[in-house]
């Protein structure tokens, strides 16, 4: 019988690669594979769910009050309640892609929905846009863009902000013309299709109403509504220095994956002051993704004295240059350059010395050990981390590290089996 990971999704008939762990909001039994770890959601999810579930309960109001006027039976009543609430993540998509839709109409670029809070469980491309959905699709969502010149028309900003609440009412409205036609045509099912179809045409006109209301939820989580941020657009744009403009188009690039883009843009900006360590980091990551594993390796050796000197500058810069050693020396291995492995050692150990508890710093050092010949702990190294990656192009990356490990050590069951999570992980990024 082929099983399937809650987490990844990957599936295998190999029952040994699976256990159940509890895990998620109720902390409830999960089936998860060798690779993963059971949800664990933080502080921030839960206050993300919180803020975004509670609220749209209040719409519940009317609905009872239409009960009792007998305009809903109770069985439509029930069926309008169940709708509502199973229809909310369909409902967030509709919204974000009213953001999105609009923002390819006015002309931005690199747009990616996120559905919902969490670890990415899946994602897809429609109409050039990046869905992403996660694993708590009942804390909300977001819409993220990027405009090709450094500024923006701000009517442009106010039209994709409002087009979230638009999308909105407009599904909300079809589904009461629906409920008209329906109502007419009559039959047997009409009052439990018509209390499905008012479940979702209320709360789809509530969470159009909600969102177009100024507030921002800050306890434990930053959630600012669009009337908010329309309401911070329409007040005159603060000044912006040319370093700050600089760190703000690194983080959106980096946001977006415009993996060029910002290997440009980062290695400007660390000519700059303010001078930051996290520049170089961004910058060398992106180097490896987007121009080869050796172009970072030759930025780092040509600047690590100036990266040395950034890193001792920062309030964290110790933890910074970890991880930046880190992404060298996992670099480095990737090159199988027998001439700079020592470096890769030096620089995987002096990582995990630093940042005990990273879990890449940890699958870096190992993929170092089985690169020098020590098989058994290299794989035992791995073992310990895979679980804890977030990141699944670095699962995927040390789960083919691991199968070649497994491989040498005569394990060609488990070897075959991380080796198809390698695959599945690698065809889902």
């Not at 609440?165 to 009559?186: H, M, P």
């Not at 499905?196 to 109403?209: I, M, N, P, R």
């Not at 603060?238 to 977006?256: C, D, G, K, T, W």
């Not at 780092?300 to 110790?318: H, P």
Request: with cysteine; aromatic share 8%.
């Amino acid at each position: 019988m082929t099983l399937s990971c809650t987490v990844c999704g990957f599936q295998s008939d190999d029952r040994a690669f699976f256990r159940w762990a509890r895990g998620g909001f109720l902390k409830l039994p999960q089936r998860v594979c060798g690779g993963c770890a059971p949800d664990r959601p933080t502080r921030e999810d839960r206050a993300a769910f919180i803020h975004f579930v509670v609220p749209q309960t209040l719409w519940l109001i009317p609905i009872a009050y239409a009960s009792q006027d007998g305009v809903l039976s109770g069985a439509a009543m029930m069926v309008a309640v169940a709708v509502s609430m199973l229809s909310l993540p369909v409902r967030v998509l509709i919204h974000e892609l009213g953001h999105a839709l609009a923002a390819k109409a006015v002309g931005a670029r690199a747009i990616t929905v996120s559905v919902g809070n969490g670890p990415e469980r899946r994602g897809l491309r429609w109409a050039g846009i990046r869905i992403r959905l996660h694993a708590y699709p009942y804390a909300g969502g977001r819409t993220s863009h990027l405009w090709p010149a450094a500024s923006s028309f701000r009517w442009r900003e106010a039209a994709i902000i409002v087009a979230g609440g638009g999308a909105n009412l407009v599904s909300g409205g079809a589904a009461i013309l629906i409920a008209y036609v329906v109502a007419r045509l009559g039959g047997a099912a009409t009052p439990l299709i018509l209390g499905g179809l008012t479940g979702f045409a209320v709360s789809s006109l509530w969470l159009a109403a909600l969102n177009l209301a100024p507030f921002r939820a800050k306890k434990d989580a930053d959630l600012p509504s669009d009337g908010w941020l329309l309401l911070q657009l329409l007040r005159p744009a603060p000044a912006i220095v040319e370093s700050q403009a600089h760190l703000v188009q690194v983080y959106a690039f980096n946001r977006a994956g415009l993996y060029d883009d910002l290997a440009r843009a980062a290695l400007e900006a660390v000519r700059r002051p303010p001078y930051s360590a996290w520049l170089w980091s961004a910058a060398l990551d992106a180097l490896s993704k987007s121009k080869g594993h050796r172009s970072a390796v030759e930025c780092y050796l040509a600047n690590k004295d100036e990266i040395a000197a950034s890193a001792a500058a920062d309030a964290d810069g110790k933890r910074t240059l970890a991880w930046i050693e880190g992404t060298v020396a996992w670099s480095i291995l990737q090159l199988e350059d027998t001439v700079l492995l020592p470096l890769a050692g030096n620089l995987s150990q002096s990582a995990i010395t630093e940042v005990s508890d990273a879990a890449p710093l940890i699958a870096t050092r190992g993929a170092w050990l089985l690169a020098t010949g020590q098989t058994a702990a290299g794989v035992a190294m791995i073992e310990s981390a895979i679980r804890d990656l977030a990141d699944r192009t670095d699962k995927s990356d040390f789960c083919g590290a691991l199968a070649r490990g497994l491989g040498a050590m005569g394990e060609d069951q488990r070897a075959g089996t991380f080796a198809a999570l390698q695959g599945h992980l690698a065809g889902s990024t």
